[in-house]
């Protein structure tokens, strides 16, 4: 068992001391997403009751196509109160050719209509409004892993008090390296951000880069 799997100290820190290192640790099995915005409480595994049966079902069913599931909020009071319209995401495309599309409802029963496969093999689905810009996700999922709350949480205030399209999103794997933070369309994952880093990092990612100190990879790419 490394340094990093022990429980003792918070594994995220005992990673940092360590300076475990991060490259190709992005899931290679995540060539779409669909991201869902549901304020919480998130469960440690699983998905909150209070989804749609139909919509639950869809979630469950994603991995098997290789879409990675998500649920994401606002990292504000408001976004843990959400109520009426809600925003969700699906991602996908092959490398340079990454799309991004976003649909609003009040009625997350949309979700079923949703072909996973396409999503995973094809070109946008036309399910929302193709955008143009990128959106981030840090991972806040502290039911899951407390370091994701102590070392996301902060992060992505930071991001949203600088006006960036950041949103708090369950465990997105890695929690050792926490911060975590993905891109998308790209898909590209950095870790061990704190307040002082993530600007840079993020504005970086907003324009397509990534930095080499925090990139973990990206997702989708066999390690193979």
């Keep these: 068992m490394s340094v990093c799997d022990s429980a003792l100290g918070g594994c ?89 599309e976003r649909r609003l409802t009040e009625d997350l029963d949309d979700i079923a209509k949703l072909n996973l496969a396409a999503l995973a093999d094809g070109g946008p689905p036309g399910f929302g409004t193709l955008l143009r810009e990128r959106v981030l996700l840090v991972c806040t999922h502290g039911k899951r892993d407390a370091c994701c709350a102590r070392y996301g949480a902060p992060v992505a205030r930071e991001l949203a008090a600088r006006g960036l399209p950041v949103w708090e999103t369950t465990h997105v794997g890695g929690d050792q390296f926490a911060a975590n933070m993905v891109c998308l369309p790209d898909g590209t994952y950095h870790g061990r951000l704190d307040r002082a880093s993530a600007a840079e990092v993020a504005f970086g990612c907003l324009r397509g880069e990534v930095s080499a100190a925090h990139f973990r990879g990206r997702a989708g790419i066999s390690r193979i």
């Design 12 to 100: 995220a820190a005992l990673c940092r001391a360590a300076r475990a290192p991060m490259g190709d640790t992005a899931p290679p099995r995540a060539k779409a997403w669909l991201a869902v915005e549901h304020p919480g409480p998130w469960p440690a595994f699983g998905w909150p009751p209070d989804l749609p049966a139909g919509v639950i079902e869809v979630l469950t069913a994603a991995p098997a196509y290789t879409v990675r599931p998500q649920l994401i909020r606002r990292p504000d009071r408001q976004g843990r109160a959400a109520t009426g319209e809600r925003a969700v995401f699906v991602a996908g495309g092959p490398l340079g050719a990454r799309w991004l």
